[in-house]
T-cell receptor, first 114, second 114 residues
């Protein structure tokens, strides 16, 4: 069945260091989405990638979608304490829509030391 | 509109009892999703609706689970004969038909089966 694997499960960094989380799918995805969940909170949408090889930036966050549309990454430059939380990738497989069911990875829990 | 609203926030029930949760999506969103999340895991798909039509239901979902969205607005998720393994956070999300902006999640209903 469809699986989305995400590594690492945990990452501890000192403030100012960079952080990267990786996501891999067993099958080709129609789109990949990234969400952030703060401790005790609910997932909050960050971005959606649709095109092969797509790269998008949001301030210190850089998102990539692989050429084969099977992998993705999120890179945070110079982490801050406000970046603390769990980052999830979520892949969709519906060819005609980006709004169907999503397969979530297990998430990467980021801790930032001040 | 203040976002996706879920009620109750917490529910403690005895094994074997039935429970029902409610979700009020963002009013202009035509898609509504139910996910379940346990500690240390990503959200797991249960079902989703477009307007009042239930478009997909997870095969992982047993017959004890049923969801409705009778008028294409709010939705209810019912679990019959609850089991301890049903203990989880039940998340509702909604999205706009044009896509591109991902899901908006509610704060969830935390179910504890004792």
């Amino acid at each position: 069945g469809q699986q989305v694997m995400q590594i690492p499960q945990y990452q501890h960094v000192q403030e100012g260091e960079d952080f990267t989380t990786y996501c891999n799918s067993s099958t080709t995805l129609s789109n990949i989405q990234w969400y952030k969940q703060r401790p005790g909170g609910h997932p909050v949408f960050l971005i959606q990638l649709v095109k092969s090889g797509e790269v998008k930036k949001q301030k210190r966050l850089t998102f990539q979608f692989g050429e084969a549309k099977k992998n993705s990454s999120l890179h945070i430059t110079a982490t801050q304490t406000t970046d603390v939380g769990t980052y999830f990738c979520a892949g969709g497989v519906d060819r005609g829509s980006t709004l169907g069911r999503l397969y979530f990875g297990r998430g990467t829990q980021l801790t930032v030391w001040p | 509109d203040t976002g996706v609203s879920q009620n109750p926030r917490h529910k403690i029930t005895k094994r074997g009892q039935n429970v029902t949760f409610r979700c009020d999506p963002i009013s202009e969103h035509n898609r509504l999703y139910w996910y379940r999340q346990t500690l240390g895991q990503g959200p797991e798909f249960l079902t989703y609706f477009q307007n009042e039509a239930q478009l997909e239901k997870s095969r992982l979902l047993s017959d004890r689970f049923s969801a409705e969205r009778p008028k294409g607005s709010f939705s209810t998720l019912e679990i019959q004969r609850t089991e301890q393994g049903d203990s989880a956070m039940y998340l509702c999300a909604s999205s706009l038909g044009t896509g591109g902006r991902g899901y908006t999640f509610g704060s969830g209903t935390r179910l504890t089966v004792v």
